[in-house]
T-cell receptor, first 110, second 116 residues
Framework: QKEVEQNSGPLSVPEGAIASLNCTYS??????FFWYRQYSGKSPELIMF????GDKEDGRFTAQLNKASQYVSLLIRDSQPSDSATYLC??????????FGPGTSLSVIP | KAGVTQTPRYLIKTRGQQVTLSCSPI?????VSWYQQTPGQGLQFLFE???????NKGNFPGRFSGRQFSNSRSEMNVSTLELGDSALYLC???????????????FGPGTRLLVL
């Protein structure tokens, strides 16, 4: 099993819909979880981080963490065409390594 | 406030050579992290420096090394370049890094290295 897994996509959602991006991980002791957005040809940008079980909301973004099930998700409400990008899940493992998932490509259709 | 800057932006080297890349963080930021991004392997963490000390290291061979200066500027060096080292090298800065306070991280534009 890979350390961090994401559906590669592309995930297509209509404008205004909720986009749901999922990430599963293998190290049960992982403590810190991050979501990055990367536009084509650009550098990544950190959009969310979450440390505790439950939901964390920031504007249209909600990160959800379930350590027992070893998954973290990112919900984007009222999706806009400008949200079209690759979303990378990352975490810091129990042995203090930073691991990135392969990314999910999101396309928001006007 | 100026963003993270990286130099050079593009670089072409041949196998066996060595290369040094530079990263200047946002003013006041003390943490600099380095990443390698390739189409095949995706984004991979290289190392993190905080106040001139390496705080974390990824799974890369010893040919990859780095350092941080007292002004927080950081350099990474790759010796004995291999074809597989061709990649986009990104650095990111933050005030306290990913260990510690929960604050954001800013990436530079990257250095694209091509090894022939």
């Amino acid at each position: 099993q890979k350390e961090v897994e994401q559906n590669s996509g592309p995930l297509s959602v209509p404008e205004g819909a909720i986009a749901s991006l999922n990430c599963t991980y293998s190290d049960r002791g992982s403590q810190s979880f991050f979501w990055y957005r990367q536009y084509s040809g650009k550098s990544p940008e950190l959009i969310m981080f979450i440390y505790s079980n439950g939901d964390k909301e920031d504007g249209r973004f909600t990160a959800q963490l379930n350590k027992a099930s070893q998954y973290v998700s990112l919900l984007i409400r009222d999706s806009q065409p400008s949200d079209s990008a690759t979303y990378l899940c990352a975490l810091k493992t129990s042995y203090d390594k930073v691991i990135f998932g392969p990314g999910t490509s999101l396309s928001v259709i006007p | 406030k100026a963003g993270v800057t990286q130099t050079p932006r593009y670089l072409i080297k041949t196998r066996g050579q060595q290369v040094t890349l530079s990263c200047s963080p946002i003013s006041g930021h003390r943490s600099v992290s380095w990443y390698q991004q390739t189409p095949g392997q995706g984004l991979q963490f290289l190392f993190e420096y905080f106040s001139e000390t390496q705080r974390n290291k990824g799974n890369f061979p010893g040919r990859f090394s780095g350092r941080q200066f007292s002004n927080s500027r950081s350099e990474m060096n790759v010796s004995t370049l291999e074809l597989g080292d061709s990649a986009l090298y990104l650095c990111a800065s933050s005030y306290a890094g990913t260990s510690g306070s929960r604050e954001t991280q800013y990436f530079g534009p990257g250095t694209r290295l091509l090894v022939l």
